[in-house]
């Protein structure tokens, strides 16, 4: 089991009966799949029971393209002894993907800058405690910053 560059695998999510199982099962293929409206289409956020579009509580979880835009970017600097194993302050960005969908995440591996607005990434996966998670990889770096 490979260890997280940001968190402690104490905070690996329960996969069975949690709300994302369908997105963690697919990870572990390497797939990512997120919720769209079972009836009318409509991509849904990860928590999202009703549609706004349609109003259906009809959840189907399909595989999109692991691909997107940083919408936005955030550094933290908070500390969690334990938890947060990283040392230096770390990105969660907000990614537009193609699939209508918005995922927050984080890098995979800890970047030496913060991404910019705009920037294309793929979506790959980090391993926390044995459970794959979506995490963002810069595929054009913009600034000197990005690891080459
Ligand atoms: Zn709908």
Avoid: K, N
Wanted: charged share 20%.
């Amino acid at each position: 089991m490979t260890t997280d560059w940001l968190l402690s695998e104490t905070l690996a999510p329960q996969v069975e009966g949690d709300l994302l199982a369908p997105l963690y099962e697919a990870a572990a293929h390497g797939v990512l799949a997120l919720p769209f409206c079972g009836e009318c289409g409509t991509p849904l956020d990860l928590d999202q029971q009703v549609c706004d579009g349609c109003g259906a509580d009809e959840i189907a979880w399909r595989p999109v393209e692991p691909a997107g835009t940083v919408h936005s970017a955030t550094r933290v600097h908070r500390r969690e002894p334990g938890l947060v194993v990283a040392e230096e302050p770390y990105p969660v960005l907000d990614v537009e993907l193609s699939s209508g969908h918005r995922l927050i995440m984080t890098t995979r591996t800890a970047p030496p800058g913060l991404p910019r607005i705009g920037d294309p990434v793929a979506v790959v996966f980090r391993e926390l405690g044995g459970v794959s998670i979506p995490a963002a990889a810069l595929t054009t770096p913009s600034t000197s910053e990005v690891t080459p």
